[in-house]
C-alpha cells in the first residue's frame, strides 16, 4: 500500500498548499483512515510564502504536527509518520528503510539515522 500510494504521489507536480511535504504526509494518514492532521490549516496556504508563514506562525514544522497528532510513538514502523531533522525539518513517510520526502524537485528515499527523528507516529 505504501509503495502504491508513494508511486501515485510521484506522478503528481509538486505544489504549495495541495502537494507538498505536509499534505503528502497528512493524505497518506487520511487513506488509512485517520483524521486530516491539517483539516483546519488546509487552504490557508498557496505558496512558499505563506506557507512557511504558516509553519513559522505555528512554532515550526514539529510543533505544528504535535499539535494535531496523537501521543507519538517510539520507533517508526513502515507507514510512520516523522518530523525529521534533515533541512530544517521535513515531515516524511517511513517506508521501512528510508524515509520518503516530497520537496519541490519530487519524492526522495532516504536512510536516516534515529537520532535525526525528532517525533514519530506509527499508521
Given amino acids: 500500500?505504501?509503495?502504491?500510494?508513494?508511486?501515485?504521489?510521484?506522478?503528481?507536480?509538486?505544489?504549495?498548499?495541495t502537494?507538498?511535504?505536509?499534505?503528502?504526509?497528512?493524505?497518506?494518514?487520511?487513506?488509512?483512515?485517520?483524521?486530516?492532521?491539517?483539516?483546519?490549516?488546509?487552504?490557508r496556504y498557496c505558496d512558499e510564502e505563506s506557507g512557511l508563514g504558516l509553519i513559522y506562525e505555528?512554532?515550526?514544522?514539529?510543533?505544528?504536527?504535535?499539535d494535531r497528532m496523537p501521543e507519538p510513538d517510539k520507533n517508526?514502523?513502515?507507514?510512520?509518520v516523522g518530523v525529521i531533522d534533515v533541512c530544517d525539518n521535513i515531515i516524511g513517510i517511513f517506508?521501512?528503510?528510508?524515509?520518503i520526502f516530497l520537496g519541490e524537485s519530487g519524492i526522495r528515499g532516504v536512510r536516516v539515522p534515529p537520532s535525526k527523528i525528532l517525533r514519530v507516529w506509527n499508521g
Fill in 58 to 66: 505555528g512554532g515550526g514544522l514539529l510543533k505544528l504536527w504535535s
Fill in 95 to 99: 517506508a521501512g528503510e528510508r524515509w
Fill in 19 to 43: 502537494h507538498d511535504c505536509s499534505t503528502f504526509c497528512a493524505d497518506w494518514r487520511v487513506s488509512l483512515g485517520h483524521d486530516d492532521p491539517m483539516a483546519d490549516i488546509r487552504g
Fill in 76 to 80: 517508526p514502523i513502515a507507514g510512520a
Fill in 1 to 17: 500500500m505504501i509503495g502504491e500510494y508513494i508511486k501515485a504521489a510521484s506522478a503528481k507536480q509538486f505544489d504549495w498548499g
